[in-house]
């Protein structure tokens, strides 16, 4: 079996997907064989932006997984969490789905990145949060932040979750932010690191640069990530 990484953020829109493809990027140029998957995709119909994002960043080729379903087991129309997109279809978010793809494609590649719907703490079922089910399967989490102001309230909340459940933590990805203060900017990542190391993580904090999802792409390297 290969290695699954759980990759979320500390909210929506702080950069995820493109994290997830430039990370898929820069392993598979260093040799790894890595393949991505959207745990829950909403806002779309039949396919998965995110997962098409990953692909673009990454050369634009596609997967047998990719039409196979399992690199998007679970999609829905309405752009919100899952609990409510799958409820407004009279559908439930099929977990065992989820983890059955994962699976799959984790015994046929060396890297999985599961790139989760909104951060941790976004709900799946009326018991389960996205956290519930990375935690359950053991999957290590690599978190996404940024600069912004108040983003290093959501980024130790997220941690401090990860820390209540037992959760590895692989790093932290420090995602470029437009209008950061350069002040928090420079102080939020060491910041970041002491609590990493306070709480046991390895204080890995990996800064990513401006960059376009159509192109070109910074040479980042993840290595400590996924040592």
């Not at 719907?117 to 996205?130: C, K």
Request: proline share 6%; glycine share 10%; aromatic share 8%.
């Amino acid at each position: 079996m290969g290695k699954v990484y759980f990759v979320s953020g500390i909210d929506t829109g702080i950069g995820k997907t493109a994290v997830t493809g430039l990370m898929a990027r820069s392993l598979a140029a260093g040799g790894r064989d890595v393949i991505t998957v959207k745990m829950v995709q909403t806002g779309n119909d039949g396919h998965s932006e995110d997962v098409d994002a990953h692909r673009a960043i990454c050369g634009g080729a596609r997967f047998p997984e990719d039409d196979a379903g399992l690199t998007a087991p679970q999609i829905f129309k309405f752009p919100s969490s899952p609990l409510l997109a799958a409820g407004l279809e009279g559908r439930a978010v099929d977990v065992d789905a989820i983890v059955s793809a994962v699976n799959r494609c984790a015994e046929r590649h060396e890297i999985v990145l599961v790139e989760s719907a909104g951060g941790l703490h976004v709900p799946l079922t009326p018991e389960l949060l996205s956290v519930d089910v990375a935690a359950r399967e053991g999957w290590p989490l690599v978190l996404v932040t940024c600069g912004r102001l108040g983003s290093i309230n959501h980024t130790l909340l997220s941690l401090e979750a990860a820390k209540a459940r037992n959760m590895a933590v692989a790093g932290v990805v420090y995602d470029w932010f437009d209008g950061a203060d350069p002040l928090i900017d420079r102080d939020t990542p060491e910041t970041t690191r002491r609590y990493l190391a306070r709480w046991c993580f390895p204080p890995v904090v990996v800064r990513v640069p401006r960059f376009d999802v159509a192109g070109p792409y910074p040479a980042v390297d993840f290595s400590e990530i996924f040592a």
